[in-house]
């Protein structure tokens, strides 16, 4: 097993299991000098002491390996990037709800510098009238307020909606790798419109990013019927589980490794006892 699968056990710690069916729990048990050991379900090595939890194997852990490790890891970036993109637009909304509590002060603060700036433009080349950061402005501080209103509740639920799909992706959860994908798509339009008005890098990356998201999860993992639907994509995750590829006897000379390995840990834990 690679190392990603140590790296999290060594974070996690090991995840044991002892099926209560006698066929599928001895290739998972071995006896060494120091006791019963379990074979972890994750990284495959062994180890000392209890299983962690028994029961019927069909209820047994099915903890991501191989492919759904890195899946998982995916997962993990996009739900940071959409946590990221909550607090943004949750601070955007903020700020817009205490833009329009002073909108007054600031039109008439605004109102004074324009005329007062306007000399030093001149000498710039800089037409003032014409700019359209000016422009803008001019019209952000002649809003109505229920409009101001309006964009910073709009602004707050946008960004409650990334918040939750960030949690839900960093959970794995499947209802948030559909609601990404549906909210995402919902979304490309207005970037695409966007784009049309002005094309600029953010815009660029944040289109591309949004893409791939919407094609990976539908993709990798089979959502909307996609290659197989939901029912192929548990049977990849059970294809990966440890406990049923030993039970099917797909990794070879497996029960006899058990007893190698064991022999090993009994001369491990001698050792240990000699020092």
């Not at 379900?41 to 047994?60: E, F, I, K, N, S």
């Not at 000498?123 to 101001?148: E, F, N, P």
């Not at 815009?203 to 959502?223: E, M, P, Q, T």
Request: proline residues 3%.
């Amino acid at each position: 097993m690679s190392n990603r699968e140590l790296r999290v056990c060594g974070r996690r710690g090991h995840v044991t299991y002892a099926p209560v069916e006698t066929g599928l729990a001895a290739p998972l048990r071995a006896d060494t000098s120091l006791g019963e050991a379990w074979r972890c379900l994750r990284c495959g090595d062994w180890v000392l002491g209890a299983a962690g939890a028994t029961g019927p194997a069909q209820d047994a852990p099915v903890p991501p390996r191989g492919r759904l490790l890195r899946q998982l890891a995916i997962l993990r970036i996009l739900a940071v990037e959409r946590v990221l993109r909550a607090l943004v637009l949750i601070a955007a909304a903020y700020g817009v709800h205490r833009f329009a509590s002073a909108q007054t002060s600031l039109r008439d603060s605004f109102g004074r510098l324009i005329p007062a700036a306007r000399p030093l433009a001149n000498r710039l080349g800089v037409d003032l009238d014409q700019s359209t950061i000016v422009q803008d402005a001019i019209k952000a501080l002649h809003a109505h307020r229920g409009t101001l209103t309006l964009v910073a509740v709009g602004l707050l639920l946008y960004g409650l909606l990334e918040g939750v799909e960030g949690v839900g992706l960093w959970l794995a959860k499947r209802w948030a790798e559909y609601l990404t994908v549906v909210a995402t798509a919902a979304f490309l339009p207005i970037e695409v419109r966007e784009l049309l008005k002005t094309v600029t890098l953010t815009r660029v990356g944040a289109f591309v990013i949004n893409i791939a998201a919407v094609v990976y999860l539908i993709l990798a993992k089979r959502l909307f019927g996609a290659r197989g639907g939901r029912a192929a994509y548990d049977a990849e995750s059970h294809s990966e589980s440890l406990l049923e590829v030993s039970a099917a006897g797909r990794e070879a000379g497996f029960g006899q490794n058990a007893g190698a390995d064991a022999r090993s840990i009994s001369a491990a834990g001698d050792d240990a006892s000699r020092v």
